[in-house]
């Protein structure tokens, strides 16, 4: 399918376990992001890339580890989850101007308990 | 620092009412970059619009118009004749400029309600 891919789109976990969250897109886009919404905060940027081997912190990167070995994929792993990494994470990409914008997965909810 | 500010969380109106959705900014960069969101009750993120710090002309698109004022720093939205498919919660946002891999920072949303 064309466009970008969150896999899972739920998820269930307890504390302590590792989560890795999925994200795949076809545009070839050199831009990932990864967001995380939280009520009352609107989005908040965990981690970005900007090409394959190439990712930097956002505002909210603790507790989150990613990797960019292929460019169209930009895994999201919490190495220990805990109760307040239960959000709603969204993945999103762009080309390699500001200007077009950036397009958005579907999200996915994790909880932990 | 830059931030988006949308100091309307929630709004109701009933169907057929126009309403404005407020949003300000503040950024240091004078090449930036304006955004709309729309969430709806599904969940997927919608992008509406987008505007460059050098354009400030209006933009109407249906029943949506756009007003950038760079003055006041404010970016606001218009819903004309709502809808109640209008119902959703709508973010602004603000892309950094090139240097900064163009992230976007966004407001807090504002969750619009529109009743029949």
């Known amino acids: 399918d064309a466009g970008i891919t969150q896999s899972p789109r739920y998820k269930i976990t307890e504390t302590g376990r590792q989560v890795t969250l999925m994200c795949h897109q076809t545009?070839?886009?050199?831009?990932m992001f990864w967001y995380r919404q939280d009520l009352g905060h609107g989005l908040r940027l965990i981690y970005y890339?900007?090409?394959?081997?190439?990712?930097d912190k956002g505002e909210v990167p603790d507790g989150y580890v990613v990797s960019r070995s292929k460019t169209e994929n930009f895994p999201l792993t919490l190495e220990s989850a805990t109760r307040s990494q239960t959000s709603v994470y969204f993945c999103?990409?762009?080309?390699?101007?500001?200007?077009?914008?950036?397009?958005f997965g579907p999200g996915t909810r994790l909880t932990v308990l | 620092a830059q931030k988006v500010t949308q100091a309307q969380t929630e709004i109701s109106v009933v169907e057929k009412e126009d309403v404005t959705l407020d949003c300000v900014y503040e950024?240091?960069?004078?090449?930036?970059?304006l955004f709309w969101y729309k969430q709806p009750p599904s969940g997927e993120l919608v992008f509406l619009i987008r505007?460059?710090?050098?354009?400030?002309q209006n933009e109407i698109s249906g029943r949506y118009s756009w007003n950038f004022q760079k003055s006041t720093s404010s970016f606001n939205f218009t819903i004309t004749a709502s809808q109640v498919v209008d119902s959703a919660v709508y973010f602004c946002?603000?892309?950094?400029?090139?240097?900064?891999?163009?992230?976007?920072?966004f407001g807090q949303g504002t969750e619009l309600s529109v009743k029949p």
């Open positions: 999103a990409s762009r080309s390699g101007t500001a200007m077009i914008g950036q397009f």
């Open positions: 950024t240091r960069d004078t090449t930036y970059y």
């Open positions: 890339s900007a090409a394959a081997d190439i990712t």
């Open positions: 946002a603000l892309s950094e400029g090139y240097n900064q891999g163009g992230k976007l920072i």
């Open positions: 505007r460059n710090s050098f354009d400030e």
């Open positions: 545009w070839s886009h050199s831009y």
